[in-house]
């Protein structure tokens, strides 16, 4: 299953790609809000990973454009990002696009967990 990584730093999206794969999924990169939103409608993933900072806008702003997609809506979307970026998590769930939060430096383990159980 397609997980789509929308993370614009390099290493970043290299090591999300990694663990989708370890987990038994299809990675594929978005340096973009847009690029992303292109990737998904051109097939929908089975998971969006998102940062909330991105070259072209808000990660949430952007989760909210996914969600108004049909056949994207049910589509979960976790938002990743530092610890920095509290102010736009804020309005991130003021209507709740995410379904979760990781927060970087975060726990492989932890994560390789939580994409098996959405890919099984």
Request: net charge negative; proline share 6%; charged share 20%.
């Amino acid at each position: 299953m397609k997980v789509l990584i929308v993370e614009d730093s390099g290493p970043g999206a290299r090591l999300w790609a990694e663990l989708v794969s370890l987990a038994g999924g299809v990675p594929e990169i978005a340096t973009t809000g847009a690029a992303g939103l292109a990737a998904a409608l051109a097939e929908a993933p089975a998971l969006v990973v998102m940062d909330l900072r991105l070259p072209d806008g808000n990660g949430a702003d952007w989760a909210r454009r996914f969600k108004a997609e049909a056949g994207l809506d049910a589509v979960p979307i976790w938002a990743c990002s530092g610890l920095d970026a509290e102010e736009l998590l804020e309005s991130a769930w003021e209507d709740q696009p995410f379904a979760a939060f990781i927060a970087k430096p975060f726990a492989a383990g932890e994560i390789l967990a939580r994409l098996r159980t959405i890919l099984a």
